[in-house]
């Protein structure tokens, strides 16, 4: 058995279907536009919002075919605004392999992430749920205002954690609160237990996000498959970079990194790299990320007794010890 | 009374309602973020989409609080996608103020069309009407692969007029059949006037498509608020440049200028306009667009009387002789 197999429990085989799906988005009779999608769509990552969608889904009414929908739709939504991102950020690699925008070129990787925000507006709005499209149309919108806020905030040595914090909760934390609320609903799952896969998808999104931001100046540019300090680089502080705002307020090379232009840039993410991993920040933000999955095991407690119980529990155990 | 009184007949006091809705877009608690939507939202128009919702879901149950929602969103599926083509087209003004693109940058114009698109999304889907929501999802999928077949297909001389009619269907005439297909819906309206609004909005939307390609052609920098001859310097080929690649397949200044580099492609562009203007091209462009018009306008005819009715006629009239 895999680790992936073990990862997604009783959904792990339906999650052949939703691959099927995302198939369907990427045959396409524009012969231009099939070479877009395959850069966008192929090895885009673990498909970890589609599987709690799915596993959110199982407690109840297993209507799979909706929620495969509803899983695709959600990889879609992500998936396009990581291509966007990607214009936003200049990024040359995603996962070690060119992004859209350095294949083809920026102004394709704008109308191609819209190409895909449409597809995820199609499928959902074939889940016929109204709250479901609402909580997805709401989820796009946070994750929208979340971009432009980290966006508007570059460069900005004026941040706090808390800051920090509501810009990932809608940058990344919304899609995962989407993808536990709105599996519940299709589910039919009476109220109280939608609530719990909303906060239990918002926390874990919390943690995946932090470690995220800790692998990012801990990992090494071949696992993550982009350059490591990627975020410093452009003008984005997150949470390691913040406690070392913190902790080091002068003489801090993150503030010097941010006034520096051309070579100089190299050697001030160096230090700010080795500032990090010198002092606790690592491990104190791991213990941040450890807090929001232990809510997120938390609000498991009130579901009826499912197999997919224990793989969501798994799941937070997992998002806490991965390397890429 | 003024013109845009009279345009917009009993509908035109509601259409204040429209703009209150999108005033409420623009209040935002990001003071960064509020000249960008400024920028993107003021002077973006005739509101002529929203006009066509009311005024197709005046016929039955004439629904204000979600046919103004309805026509909120479809302006601002419409805004977001201009802001989105600003950027592809690296266009400096529209309607002869700057654009988002040019005020700020790509990247601002990249995430606040995508905010927009998140406002449209959520708005939408607060119609609570499934077909609504799909519909409007199907047209911003149609709108996307215009765009992406439209980039695709720039500086290739070996288009038709069949592909144009075809890549405009979907840019411009989507969006208007989705006005007039789901104002009806949200109405009440029997099947057979939903057909016949939407097939009055793909008309109306083929004819105002045309007439804005001509005056691409024909117009005044100063009337239209762009340079003249704008689609032709980004390889864009429309109806009226596409008729003289069709009556002069020999040294065409069109085919030319998409060779040319640098000063040599103004003087180009000054022939290709004064050889469309001194042709037939401009007539033959305008009777195709009046064939469009007069199919709207017969689209009407198994609509039962309604003030909206003649209004909707009226319309096409408007389309066809406007100048900018």
């Known amino acids: 058995m895999t680790t992936a197999t073990k990862l997604f429990g009783p959904v792990q085989a339906d999650m052949a279907g939703v691959e099927e799906r995302l198939q369907g988005v ?19 990552g673990k498909r970890l919002r589609p599987a709690i969608a799915l596993l959110s889904g199982h407690f109840y009414r297993y209507d799979l075919p909706r929620l495969v929908t509803l899983a695709a739709a959600l990889e879609l939504l992500h998936v396009a605004t990581l291509v966007h991102d990607d214009v936003i950020d ?10 859209v925008n350095a294949r083809f070129k920026n102004t394709v990787a704008v109308m191609l992430g819209d190409y ?8 959902i709005s074939q889940t016929e749920h ?3 499209i609402e909580n997805f149309s709401r989820s796009l919108m946070l994750i929208a205002t979340g971009e432009l806020g980290q966006d508007l905030s570059t460069y900005d040595t004026n941040q706090d954690i808390r800051a920090y914090l509501q810009r990932i909760s809608g940058k990344t934390a919304a899609l995962f609160l989407t993808a536990g609320e709105c599996g519940a609903l299709l589910s039919g799952a009476p109220e109280e ?3 719990a896969l909303r906060d239990y998808g918002y926390n874990l ?6 470690v995220d931001d800790i692998l990012d100046v801990t990992g090494t540019e071949a696992a993550m498959g982009k350059p490591v300090g990627s975020d410093l680089l452009e003008g984005i502080l997150t949470l390691p970079s913040l406690m070392l705002m913190e902790r080091q307020p002068r003489n801090n090379p993150i503030a010097r990194l941010f006034r520096a232009r051309g070579a100089r840039r190299a050697a001030f993410l160096t ?7 010198e002092s606790s920040i690592v491990e104190d933000s791991y213990a941040m990320a450890e807090a929001f999955a232990d809510r997120a095991r938390a609000a498991l407690a009130p579901l009826p007794a499912d197999p ?17």
């Open 271 to 277: 230090e700010a790299l080795a500032a990090i991993r």
């Open 205 to 210: 999104g919390m943690a995946f996000q932090i």
């Open 26 to 44: 990427r045959r396409t009779d524009q012969p231009l536009l099939a070479p877009m999608l395959e850069t966008a769509l192929a090895g885009s």
């Open 90 to 99: 200049n990024a040359p690699t995603r996962r070690g392999r060119p992004t």
């Open 116 to 123: 895909l925000f449409a597809n995820a507006a199609v499928l």
């Open 308 to 324: 997919a119980k224990a793989t969501l529990h798994d799941l937070c155990g997992y998002v806490l010890s991965r390397s890429s």
């Open 193 to 195: 237990h939608v609530t």
């Open 130 to 132: 109204v709250r479901v």
